[in-house]
């Protein structure tokens, strides 16, 4: 099944269809943070979509590898403010 985003139809299917987007994570702007599922977890990638309209982005790496790296600035989200994270020196992180 492919969800349907903001009108347009999201180019991935949802788990547990093979290479189905997991869901792993939200943020405070109400995106959503997927795991995009291979056969080996640890090749597992990540997808971000915009929770208001049919944006999304997907990064080459695991969570654990985007987030270090989305919070350091070495890449940067197109879903994210363009100044995210700012000059913030500390983050929280909370189980949903």
Do not use: H
């Not at 985003?5 to 869901?23: A, E, I, R, S, Y």
């Not at 056969?39 to 695991?62: C, T, Y």
């Amino acid at each position: 099944m492919k969800p349907n985003l903001g009108g347009k139809d999201f180019p991935f299917q949802l788990f547990p269809d093979q290479g189905g987007l997991l869901p792993c994570g939200t943020d405070d702007n109400g995106n959503f943070l997927f795991w995009k599922t291979e056969d080996n977890p640890e090749a597992w990638k990540i997808v971000v979509a915009d929770g208001r309209g049919p944006r999304w982005q997907l990064f080459d790496m695991g969570l654990t590898d985007f987030l270090a790296n989305a919070l350091t600035k070495k890449i940067r989200c197109k879903i994210w403010p363009s100044d995210y994270p700012g000059n913030r020196k500390s983050f929280t992180f909370e189980c949903f």
